[in-house]
């Protein structure tokens, strides 16, 4: 599985507008027979920053992606709406998906 964590930071005149603005490109990844994950979170210490969780089953999954149209059509809006260049972990890991933690469960109490 190939896990990617991408690190945005957003101007901040356009951080509320974010997440809708990256609606369309959200749903069509999801919807690509690769996708494991394709998760949006905002970081509690900066409200301008946001950081993306996502996994491809193979790296051809991954490279069918970066060539679709969404992709594309993301990366040439996203420059106006960024305040700096994203940072980014690209790795490939064993598995297909989330595992559950050993260490942490809910009480029976």
Not at 70 to 86: L, T
């Amino acid at each position: 599985m190939i896990f990617i964590v991408v690190k945005f930071t957003v101007r901040p005149e356009r951080s509320e507008d974010w997440l809708s603005l990256v609606e369309d490109f959200t749903k069509a990844t999801r919807q690509e027979p690769g996708n494991v994950f394709f998760e949006w979170s905002r970081s509690v210490d900066n409200p301008h920053q946001f950081v993306l969780l996502e996994a491809f089953a193979s790296p051809e999954a991954g490279r069918e992606h970066v060539n679709s149209d969404h992709f594309k059509e993301a990366m040439a809006w996203m420059p106006r709406v960024i305040a700096g260049k994203p940072d980014i972990i690209n790795v490939e890991v064993p598995g297909d998906g989330w595992s559950e933690m050993a260490e942490l469960a809910p009480s029976q109490d």
